[in-house]
Every structure is written in C-alpha cells, then in structure tokens.
C-alpha cells in the first residue's frame, strides 16, 4: 500500500470512525516562522471539510482506501468460523472502538461479525446496536470503494456469508462464548462490580479451589451459631463436588466422628481468619426470661387527691347575664 | 413523498393497499405516480443495477423516493463472495428503488409481503442497512422467515428513518 508521502489531489482517503474522503487541496504554509504541508480533506457523505497536517495523518488513522487484496482477505474471514466476541461488555466495548479507528478494513469487518454473532445469543443492548450499525456503514462504504460497484452490492456481497441464502441464523448458546480465557461471567460483569475479592477466604465463592472448600468445611464444624444458616448452604455444594474425586483417592475431609482436638485445631490455624469484629459471647440464663419490654412512653403516675375531682368546665362562650 | 412508478399492470385496489402500508411504515404521504416504460435493451430478467441506471427521468422532487414496481423477475446479482438473490434494489441514500412481485404466490393476500420488500428498498434509499431483527422489515430479503413477518420496522431502524425524514425534511 502506497503511504502519505505520495497523496495526490483527488485520492481517496478513509478517515477513522468518519468514512471515505477526498484530497481537494495540498498546500505549504508557513505558520509562526515554520513551514507546515496541510492536506484538505472533504468527507463524501457528508460534505465535511477537514484540515490536516501531512505529517499527522498517520497518526489520526487516516490511511488510504483498501486494495483487492484487503477485499478478498474479508471475505475469507467472513467466511471463517472466527472466535466470538467477549463477554465481558467492557472488553468488548473497548476492542471494538480500538478496531473502528485504528483497525482499517479488517478491524470493521470483526465489529461487524463479532457483534452479529453476539446477537445470535442475545439482542444487542442499544449503545451496541448503534455500534453495530455504525461499523457497518463504515464498511459498507469503504467495501463499495475498494471493490468499484454499489454500496447495495457491497453490503450483499458480505450479507450472504453471515446470512446464508435458504439457511436461518443459528441460535447461540452461551457454552459456544465461554472458554475464551476470561472469567465467563455470563452478564459480562467483572467480579470487582459484584464485590467479590479473590482473596476473600470467607466469601465462599463457588470458583473457589477444593482445597479452600475443604479447609472451609473444616473451620464450619466448629464456627458459632451464627454459621449455621451459611454451613447449610454451603454442604449440598461441597456434596456435590465430592463425586469429582480420583477413582482409590481417599478424601482428605474428615467426618464429625474423625475430627480429635488436635486435628480440629490445626484445621483452624489452617482456616483462613475470618474478617471483622468476632460475635459478643452471649450470657448464660439461669432464671425465668424476663417478660418483653413495652416499647414507647411509660403511662404518667397519676396524682393522689381525696378532693372530688372539679366538674368539666364548659366549652363555648358563657350565657349572657339576664 | 414516496412515488411509486408501474412498470407493468397492477391491480388497482392492490396499489391502494400497498401505499397505505407504505404510508403507515414511514409517514410520509405515499402514491401511485402512474405508468412508466422499461428502457429499451432491458429484457426480462432484468439486471436490476441497468434498470435503475436506464429508467427515464420522472417528475419528483428533490427529497421524494421513487419506487419503480414491476412484476418481472430481477436477475441474481453476482457479487464477489456468491450470487445474491434479488428481489429489489435500491440507491443508497439516494432516490430511486426497485421491487419486484416475482416469487409471491397469490399477491392479492400477500400484498403485505411485497409491501415489507418495498419497504426495505425505500429504506435503503434512507439510508438504512440491513438489520439483526427477523420482524424487521430491514432483514435480508432471502433469508427463509423474512415471507413470515408484518411490514412494520423494528425500534431502532423506526427511529433511525424517523430522524432521516425529519433532517430531511428540515
């Protein structure tokens, strides 16, 4: 691909995240004692005119309309069963604009597959949706370029590989998007926005290791009342793990009738340290329990007189004198 | 406005019915412009990128869509990674469009699905892509449930024509 260095009026350009342009003008001008080469751009949808130092080009991501040999590595790669898009809407967020500025003709066409492949598992939320639809104008335009025919045709030319003529779209599951070397969370949340720490040995998260699972299990059996509720949740899923052993592996977690003084204590020094202030020991009740507190205002103690009490007073105005 | 120009003849009370789901899908005012001749060299089927090319010049304005019908078939485009099935074609952004009533069995109960291939084609002409949604109208024409769906838009490519027509009309 020819660089900056040979632009010529009236070639064409892309400029990122804008779409196609044309060289109108190439011109030196000398600006506070240094002479500067602008290049003037117009962009053809819409009209725009842009003024560019030569040498910043490059580094705005302007680079030249793809050749045939562009093309036809597009299609091969629309052809492809490509990897599909993260999960996680952050990563993906932030790969798919890295790939529309900076990413030339491949770049959109991986926005533009990624995020339909995407939307075969699920629709796409509506800041994705203009994302999709944007990389797809992009590339419609710069595809009609390079290829010299309509951008009707430059559309289709790629529409019947990601939607096969006769053939509906396949339902995507979301086994298909996991595996890629990130935590899978299926709503794309990181474990810092749901408040899970890795390092937290008492949250008892099921990605947890089956060593800390067991040293839980340990530390459980002598925990207060107060594990009691989360012990009862947290069984059936060690019960559940346990079928995973090693065919002849004997388990390492002893049962209530195995644990000695000894064991027990070393499972505790081994126990993680459980964070935050240790419960009030509660005192012990030897007699009846009292009866409940009312709540609210006592009652005022009532005076002691011997005097009749003093007849209501009338309300309203008093009879006129007669 | 969206005139719409008969390359062959149509049942009247079917052009009705078509502008007025046209209408309803846009809401810009819709109508049958009336008659017009195919170029002469164009032989059915016809190549539906030298039919837009050759039409003859038809009063309309600046801003209104011209949509050619004809019950003729469309040749199958053959573009770089295959044949394309066509069953319109439309200027990008531009004007003019073309649709044709070849492949609906019965077209006066059917009229619903030449109105949603009208559609897609004006929609083009809008400036709309194709679209993700199987109930849109914007939806590849060849896929097998695009036959299935109602002439209506989905949220975003509703709301996406609504804000071309008003810059377009402003």
Known sequence: ?322 | MIRIFTLDEFDPALLKQLTKSLYTAFGVGAEHSGPVTAPHGQQEPYDANKLLEAMPKVSALADDKVLFLTSRKLAPRKLASGEAPTFGLARYSAQRAVVTSVGIKNLADNIKLLARYAMQEIGHTYGLHHCLDPRCAMYPQWTPSYVTGDSTFCTFCRDTVDAKIRTTKS
């Open chain 1, 1 to 322: 691909m020819p660089d900056m260095n040979s632009l010529a009026v009236g070639d064409r350009l892309v400029y990122p995240n804008q779409g196609l342009c044309t060289v109108t003008e190439i011109k030196t001008e000398e600006i506070a004692g240094s002479k500067l080469t602008f290049v003037s751009l117009v962009i053809i949808e819409t009209g725009a005119k842009v003024k560019v130092p030569k040498e910043k080009l490059e580094k705005n991501g302007v680079r030249r309309v793809s050749t045939a040999d562009d093309v036809k590595k597009v299609i091969d790669y629309l052809k492809s069963d490509s990897e599909k898009a993260s999960l996680d809407w952050k990563k993906r967020a932030r790969d798919n604009t890295a790939r529309l500025s900076e990413g030339g003709l491949i770049g959109l066409a991986e926005v533009v597959k990624g995020l339909q492949v995407l939307s075969e598992l699920r629709p796409l939320p509506p800041k994705e949706r203009e994302q999709y639809n944007d990389a797809r104008h992009l590339f419609v335009e710069e595809l009609a370029a390079a290829m010299g025919v309509t951008p009707a045709d430059a559309e289709d030319a790629f529409d019947i590989l990601l939607f096969v003529p006769g053939k509906e779209r396949p339902k995507r599951s979301i086994e298909e998007f996991q595996g890629m070397g990130e935590d899978g969370d299926e709503l794309g949340m990181d474990g810092d926005l749901l408040g899970l720490d890795g390092d937290d040995g008492g949250g008892g998260s099921e990605e947890s290791s089956s060593d800390e699972e067991k040293s839980e299990d340990g530390e459980s059996e002598e925990g207060g009342d107060e594990d009691g509720d989360g012990e009862k949740k947290k069984k059936p899923a060690a019960a559940a793990k346990a079928p995973k052993l090693p065919k002849g592996a004997k388990p390492s977690v002893m049962n209530d009738l195995e644990v000695t003084a000894p064991a027990a204590t070393a499972l505790a020094e081994n126990a993680p340290k459980k964070r935050g202030r240790p419960p009030k020991p509660k005192p012990e009740l030897t007699g009846p329990p009292p009866p409940p507190k009312k709540r609210g205002r006592p009652p005022k103690p009532k005076p002691e007189t011997t005097e009749p009490p003093p007849p209501p007073k009338k309300r309203g105005r008093p009879p006129k004198p007669k």
